[in-house]
């Protein structure tokens, strides 16, 4: 049995009268690749975000290693997001005056790691995601699989234990966004990372070791991915 890393239970969110999650669940094992699937506007992203502890719960709990979330103070959350977990978004979300190099190594900086090493890191991690090409580019200047290789780079640099992805190939061609998810997956299995997949691509989906369904804000039975 491996460690329950992630586990929210009866989770609960509402935005003014909309009632995002009503009743949501997730657990994330060591190692484990879940994803979360479901039609747009179910709640995925907001069960993503209250997981990830990026959005206060209404009800239920969220507890990382067995710790409850809504009992850290801001500070503590952050340093939890910054160096436990990675996050990877549908526009990669890179920072467009800086380098890919530099986007890459600031998880790193802003945990504290000093400039030369956090560089050298993301050298590293561009190199194995085949883009270290584009490292003095800024984003805006490469296609955008690339980018998003750049941002599955600055997801992984800070070897964190879970990494949450959403949407992660929802602005690329079938054919990048294959490619994109092959790397994400197969490099999370080599690090031993935990990764939380949000898609409504049913193929994307298949990637996972479990599959977690969302509808109208409550999750479904969980099953094996085919
Ligand atoms: P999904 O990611 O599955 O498409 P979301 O979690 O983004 O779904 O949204 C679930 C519901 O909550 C939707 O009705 C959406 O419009 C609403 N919602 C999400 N975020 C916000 C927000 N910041 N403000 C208002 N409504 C929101
Ligand atoms: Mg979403």
Sequence with gaps: MSEILLAATDVHRSFGPTEALRGAGLTVEAG???????????????????????????????????????????RERSRLRLHEFGFVFQFGRLLPELSCRDNVALPLRLAGTARRPARAAAEEWLGRLDVEGVAEQRPGEVSGGQAQRVALAAALVGEPRVIFADEPTGALDSLQGEAVMRLLTTTVRHTGAALVLVTHEPRVAAYADREVLVRDGRTGETRAAA
């Excluded at 979360?36 to 995925?44: A, N």
């Excluded at 997981?51 to 009992?71: C, E, K, N, Q």
């Design 32 to 74: 484990e690749i879940v994803s979360v699937i479901g039609p747009s506007g179910s709640g995925k992203s907001t069960l993503l975000h209250c997981a990830a502890g990026i959005l206060p719960v209404d009800a239920g709990t969220v507890t990382y290693r067995g710790v409850d979330l809504a009992g850290l103070s801001d």
